[in-house]
């Protein structure tokens, strides 16, 4: 009886200290590891490896702005001229010699496995909502288990199973699901310096469906800058071609 009673008390324990902070919180911290500012630009190097060689490599300016508002501009020579622009379930892409910007999906890839929504949005806590399923170890770290679901059109992921540390709430690893219910893509989050702060300065992205391939997100800088309304109006940016931001 003594042992099933200590065992009641555990099983409580254990609900009490899973549940002491609610999910929302939970993405909330998560998501500040990834971007820590509303409105910040976000110098970004993305890198394709095909069977564990280097295959590609892209580099992106990324505007983000409160309001789940993100423009992402192509650096690299072969790319010049490109940008991708997000508003709220929105995004187009916008091409130097079109006279209309371009209708498209967050999944559709800006290279590899790095979807247009992976480049664009860095928050969980305004898409998803779910569960704190358990506790479990993921490479030697004490993890929670969230069972997340999208709360709004047009994310690039119907579910994702986020693992969290148990400690600070830092986002270890993701399995990334589409709405058919089939795992395209598993993500691990690489802890490290940006600007001398502590937060992900780089995601790997594996792909489940077409095997040997993998793509690395690195996050060379995230500097708070006031971004004008008008970069953000997919018009304006047809007819502003050579677009500086300053």
């Not at 998560?30 to 190097?45: F, I, W």
């Not at 059109?153 to 994702?160: Q, S």
């Not at 395209?184 to 490290?192: C, V, W």
């Not at 502590?198 to 391939?213: C, E, H, P, S, Y």
Request: hydrophobic content about 40%; glycine content about 4%; overall charge positive.
């Amino acid at each position: 009886m003594f042992n099933l009673f200590k065992i009641i008390v555990l099983m409580c324990f254990t609900s009490m200290s899973l549940a002491a902070d609610n999910v929302e919180t939970i993405l909330k911290k998560a998501d500040n590891y990834r971007l820590s500012q509303n409105t910040a630009q976000v110098e970004t190097r993305v890198l394709l490896y095909k069977k564990g060689k280097l295959s590609k490599e892209r580099d992106y300016s990324v505007y983000i702005k409160s309001g789940r508002k993100s423009l992402v501009i192509f650096k690299s020579a072969v790319e010049r001229g490109q940008k991708v622009l997000m508003l709220n379930d929105k995004f187009w892409m916008i091409m130097p010699k079109s006279r209309r910007p371009i209708r498209i999906t967050p999944m559709q890839k800006l290279l590899g496995e790095a979807s247009t929504g992976d480049i664009a949005t860095m928050t969980w806590s305004e898409d998803y909502d779910g569960k704190i399923s358990r506790k479990v170890v993921v490479n030697k770290t004490p993890c929670l288990k969230l069972e997340l679901h999208s709360i709004r059109r047009g994310t690039t992921y119907a579910r994702i199973e986020l693992y969290v540390a148990q400690n600070d709430y830092f986002p270890v690893k993701a399995n990334l699901y589409v709405a058919s219910g089939k795992l395209a893509k598993r993500a691990y989050f690489k802890l490290g310096k940006v600007n001398g702060r502590k937060q992900v300065n780089a995601m790997t992205l594996i792909d489940k469906i077409k095997r040997q391939r993998k793509t690395v997100i690195r996050y060379l800088s995230i500097t708070p800058r006031t971004i004008p309304n008008k970069f953000y109006n997919p018009m304006y940016l047809v007819r502003n071609i050579k677009l500086r931001i300053d």
